[in-house]
């Protein structure tokens, strides 16, 4: 969401607009805080005073320690819900270590594995997640998609919240067949519980846009994106769910751009932007994301220097956040690269493709998919600057990856094929 990082457990950016996203609406769904300190604690944090909001369920797990002991199950559900809302106030690192902590006493205190573990076991895979610490990420969703199994039968609303996050993770190590599978039962699932005309139906399909988008399936992927986009523009100021109707628009900006709609691309982009920074705030993963999505268009309209000066301003964003996100960093290296080898300004290009591989290679090895479009455009970019033998070289380097071309850019097909 990738830009298509999307999913309704997958929270992004920094602290500021999480009172909005969709898991902050109904932070503690069906289960009961074990304190009404905690209760107001969370109600504060969403209410907008996210600090003081921690501060305060941080208060509630220091007195259930206290007074019941920190092996009790009042303080290890107590610090359960604290890790569930640090994830979704987006301070990852605080929710790492306080589940990880919580989860090992509950495991070695054998306490009931119920629908509340399972909640702390998607967090905590989403908070790998955003760390970058994808080998860890897999094992929690599927623990906590099995247990929801175990604990819930039929169609519930947990168990496709997990199944979308899980997706989503499947989709940036780039197994979409196995992404879309989950999100198969997701939509099956809120179709049964929701029906086709609700929110949370919405955020599963602009989640399986983005796994089509993802895949090349561009004409799947705008009847997804534009489903989603219907329901959310009914109901979203109702429902809260501006961001996602927001995010969802950046999305089908990117979709039409694939398809040649420039124009339209471009509108979808400039509009949301300004709900971008009033929602994320200026200094946001999303923000940052909608600038790179407008460098892609400027890039397409050939107006190379736009797209060079969006994506560093971009980058420029996106570097100076505590937790960055990778995978959009990424993206933005790629499109600045293009940029600049459109303005032959090929040592600058050369430099960011690197730079582009070297991040993918070490936060995401299993990504061959999109290793083999850096590898491409590196390529190009070579061949631009006479280096035919490490053009060819990065050429075969793409080809030993065994990506089936179809997933690919038709330009990059076209080199990867030796037309």
């Given at each position: 969401r990738s830009g298509a990082h999307g999913g309704v457990l997958a929270g992004r950016g920094n602290d500021r607009g999480t009172r909005q996203r969709s898991e902050c609406r109904d932070p503690l769904g069906s289960v009961r805080p074990s304190s009404p300190g905690l209760l107001y604690g969370v109600t504060r944090a969403y209410a907008g005073d996210?600090?003081?909001?921690?501060?305060?369920?941080?208060?509630a797990l220091a007195k259930a320690q206290r007074v019941f002991g920190p092996d009790s199950s009042d303080a290890i559900e107590t610090a359960t819900y604290l890790g569930q809302l640090c994830s979704s106030l987006r301070r990852y690192r605080d929710s790492e270590a306080i589940l990880e902590e919580a989860m090992g006493r509950w495991r070695r205190l054998e306490l009931p594995m119920n629908e509340q573990f399972a909640r702390s076991l998607f967090h905590l895979a989403v908070s790998k997640q955003r760390l970058g610490k994808l080998a860890e990420v897999e094992a929690l969703f599927r623990e906590g998609i099995a247990l929801i199994r175990s604990v819930q039968e039929g169609p519930f609303h947990r168990l496709s919240q997990g199944l979308v996050g899980y997706a989503t993770f499947l989709n940036e190590v780039n197994r979409f067949d196995d992404a879309r599978v989950a999100l198969d039962e997701a939509l099956a699932s809120d179709l049964a519980?929701?029906?086709?005309?609700?929110?949370?139906?919405?955020t599963t399909l602009y989640a399986l846009a983005a796994l089509q988008l993802a895949t090349q399936d561009?004409?799947?992927?705008?009847?997804?994106?534009?489903?989603?986009?219907e329901v959310l523009e009914r109901h979203a100021a109702d429902s809260g769910y501006e961001p996602e109707l927001i995010l969802a628009r950046v999305q089908m900006s990117r979709i039409a751009l694939a398809l040649g709609r420039e124009e339209e691309a471009t509108a979808l982009q400039?509009?949301?932007?300004?709900?971008?920074?009033?929602?994320y705030g200026?200094?946001?993963?999303e923000f940052g994301d909608g600038l790179c999505a407008g460098a892609r268009i400027a890039l397409a309209r050939g107006d190379a220097a736009s797209a060079n000066a969006h994506a560093t301003g971009a980058l420029t964003l996106l570097q100076s956040l505590d937790i960055t996100s990778v995978p959009i960093e990424i993206q933005c290296h790629a499109v600045r690269a293009s940029a600049l080898l459109a303005l032959q300004r090929l040592e600058e290009a050369q430099v960011d493709a690197a730079r582009a591989v070297e991040r993918l290679q070490a936060a995401n090895?299993?990504?061959?998919?999109s290793m083999s479009g850096l590898l491409l455009l590196r390529s190009r970019i070579e061949r631009s600057s006479g280096d035919v033998d490490g053009a060819m070289r990065s050429v075969e380097q793409a080809r030993q990856l065994g990506v089936t071309p179809q997933l690919l850019a038709a330009e990059d097909r076209r080199l990867l094929e030796g037309q």
């Open positions: 996210a600090i003081g909001g921690a501060a305060v369920a941080r208060q519980t929701y029906g086709p005309d609700h929110v949370r139906t919405a561009f004409t799947a992927a705008e009847i997804s994106s534009r489903t989603a986009l400039s509009g949301a932007m300004p709900e971008l920074e009033r929602l200026a200094s946001s993963t090895p299993w990504a061959h998919v």
